[in-house]
């Protein structure tokens, strides 16, 4: 039977072309979704076995959505990553030329990002607010108000359009990270080059406490690729952390930091651990392998058992 | 000679109510600017002497446009801050009813935040996207394209509409923070409460260096009340933070952690010292008033010349 | 049959008045040995099931034998721990008065903790060291070649001399603290005030190993009641440290904190749990209850088995 | 006039052999007291200028008379340090062969140190303390009640007497440091390779207080050579620490770790910075350069006057 995964749609979005990349793609049904919540529904109601929705942007920073939903809606798990470039290109109906170019659909992060180009070669041009990039692509038919679409290249197949500049961005090097998520269950096996996902939510809002969490990960050697902060919604001033540790759950060094944040935070969330995208290695300190971990265990349960000194 | 302040603008957004509310203003010729960015530009010209802008929310988080044009912009300095309430009306032309409201424009973040409200109360409308709430209700004319808007009720004021419903959002309890900036000058003089905003940038992009920062602080009895962390748009995982310390730059406690963090941090930016908007004071540990910075510094000062021991 | 226990001696010693005072010399054979090397070797050769040795003197600190021993030597455990007050007697023999005493015996370290009496009651008098107090007092005999020794009161009885003055020395609040020792075997049940000697050789003598370690301890909540430095006698700046941590072996802190110590360390020795003996509660931080750990462990355990969440 | 130093003696000591080895020495008065105590009294009374004594060595660790001395008398400086190989003789009259020897005197610890050759060597011979290896040295006169003593060989030109063996210590890494103490005064210029003593008073007696101490170094990259606790006679459990840090006084790193040192402790003495006997340079981290720290103090000293940013 054919695996069948969802996708941030419409049709022709960033998602679609990273979940194209990977190889989990191959032979399945890629089923596009309206947004980001409907699509993590859709995994949680089992709809959808997973689905593959934006994190990251190197330019825009946190998805906030995503954040939150992993965070604070059913509980879900990561089971893997991408990161996919982002450029952008103006698509526009057959046979229309730059001249013709007056009023240019978009989601205002990539008018953001295009705006030196846009400057540059279109001016006087008026820029009408689309939700996505693909969608402003889709609705670019012959009666839309509007003459050109921000969107990705790839979404030109889809809607019968043609590529009038690509590569428009003012970053060359825009990339976002996508994840890809299903209903919990048990962690695969270590990689060797793993990442895990964990949110931590604070007793006290006050920097000693974002500290005492760093010492909790640094004691045992586990380093942060990338720590974000999000508002509980409560009150202003009040937030929760997400975090992506080195590493994998099995790993001992981070077990026992886990161990520690799960007691030193008022609540945890795992949210799975998984192969990085860019298949480093994790930096960690000496004397923090699984099998020192282990040694000191066997020792500590002999001098528990026996008394025995050293 | 009256002061001219601007704000996000169009007329009748949260901007203006926030600033309506703070003292400034009071005298003041309050000036609408399209965008953050254009506000932020308007101050460092010298075309305004200072401007209100929305920095972070407690339902959405951070407002990554100011936090990036303050982190990498021209430099400029906070002098002053205010959080808001954000409470979302329905705005409709007089006579409409809520059985004839079928589409209803807002911008992304308040549709999100109404969403309950807006299932229980009106089935089947659609939304339609604008760039802010206030210039939703501003479109509201009598040949416009939807029949509401979800922007804050001063609005209606402004455009001649009427409030059909008011406080529909989800929670309650959302705020927004704004800040008053303007161009780079001497800090205002302490006042018992007071926040400091720096930008960090680090040597490197781990846990480590952030434990550092955070070390630094610490041990100077710096408490923080943020931290939120950006993409320094050069490559994904490659971060800055900004954060709020407790204190103001003259403190001798906050001084000597700022030196500490200037050498440790790659680059660091001043962001202003000023009161804060709960008024309350800062959470400090121990021998670190002051009294006791200057008390060690004299010591020091006559060990080195005198070699006296204690 | 009889216990026995053996003491640091001669008769007469503070070593036999702390160990009188314990009641685990009820009943028991107590038996004088000669230095503390040989009361500890009577105990790993089995001759003695037990010894007490003095460890630490509130004046002259750590007793260096005792921890080169304990740290260095063939394993043993402490069981027991006692403090005793140090109170000084000049002892002479029956009919000696003050005007006569001319040559006073005793152990350098007693005679330094006497002076400022000595010098204000013995004017022009000479000082004959000796190797212990109570060894002092035990050559008082009639054909000595001093007239008076300073010792602990109790060994006038065993050597039939006076107790001319008592409690000469300088500072009233002098105190030893003397250890029972015994072969290695399994910990006594936590008594709910206890503590744990630990000794520690460094992988790198600087100050950031020694930070490392108090993190590895700080970090799970386990205090030190004691820490003492001693030379490896490898090179100088070639350091252990003997630390004396509050809490049992059993408790989940302190074998966390042992563990993480096994790893940072580049050799531990454990040297026993046993009843503090001002049985003062140990001094926590929050979350590091033997509950909290136990609860953080089944969590980690059904994540790694289930990837629940939460 | 000449310049006059005191050391321990009597003549013939390890310290007068210490003192001769360095160049303060030439040309200069070289007087034995009697103790380190009494060397220490002629130098704050300004009977003499200088004295030196012994603060510590490889196999016994602190001499806690130079600590205590130091860290609780009237002030005194350090202004230099020798480490000087300890190796004990065997010294007899002219004509004393070795079975002629039946009973050694000497001092306890240095008879400790050479109890394996005197097994190995002296069959049955009985040891005769004495208050210092010189002492035995000098009383080893014809009508001695011994006939050999343990001391340094230098001690035979002074007292007429023979070397039977020489280096009989078990060890022959053996080493005592040992310290030029003067009236407090400015300190010399900093020679690249820098040592400062200071003592160390804890508001508390936990471990807390020692890790808060380390840190406070650790922040500024200040690195310790030494540390040793000593009782402060109050209490038991009552202690004070004696830290060799790396560095000097006037050195940037230091300065501020030593003003951050005085806030956090009870009380603290500056013993002196002097150049280190193994002429080794610090340990730092990166960022702490003196340049640094002025950088960072010019930046603050403009953000505060201008509000200037970065």
């Not at 000191?296 to 000194?309: C, D, M, N």
Request: a negative charge; aromatic letters at 6%.
């Amino acid at each position: 039977m054919t695996q069948r995964i969802g996708y941030l749609g419409p049709r022709g979005t960033f998602s679609e072309a990273a979940l194209r990349a990977m190889s989990v793609s191959e032979g399945a049904d890629l089923i596009p979704v309206g947004s980001v919540t409907e699509a993590l529904a859709a995994v949680r109601s089992g709809e959808l076995p997973m689905a593959l929705v934006p994190i990251e942007n190197s330019s825009e920073g946190q998805v906030s959505t995503t954040l939150d939903e992993l965070a604070m809606g059913e509980p879900l798990c990561i089971v893997d990553e991408y990161a996919h470039p982002v450029q952008f290109a103006l698509l526009v109906r057959p046979g229309t030329s730059l001249s013709d170019v007056r009023r240019v659909a978009t989601h205002p992060a990539a008018e953001a990002q295009c705006r030196l180009w846009m400057h540059a070669n279109l001016s006087g041009h008026t820029v009408i607010p689309a939700t996505s990039t693909a969608g402003a692509a889709a609705a670019l038919t012959d009666d839309a108000a509007f003459d050109a679409a921000i969107a990705p290249a790839i979404a030109a197949e889809y809607y019968g359009l043609e590529v009038l500049a690509d590569d428009i961005g003012d970053s060359s090097r825009g990339t976002t990270r996508f994840v890809l998520v299903t209903q919990p269950g048990p962690p695969p096996a270590p990689s060797g080059s793993d990442k895990t996902s964990l949110v931590l939510f604070m007793r006290e809002n006050h920097s000693g406490a974002l500290l005492e969490i760093l010492t909790e990960l640094a004691v045992r050697g586990v380093n942060l690729t990338r720590i974000e902060s999000r508002p509980t919604k409560r009150a202003l001033g009040d937030y929760f952390f997400v975090v992506d540790a080195e590493g994998h759950v099995l790993d001992a060094r981070l077990g026992e930091a886990m161990t520690g944040l799960h007691r030193v935070c008022s609540a945890i969330r795992y949210l799975g651990s998984y192969p990085r995208h860019d298949g480093a290695a994790p930096q960690t300190k000496a004397w923090t392998e699984n099998t020192e971990f282990l040694a000191a265990s066997e020792w500590l349960e002999r001098v528990r058992a026996t008394g025995v000194a050293e």
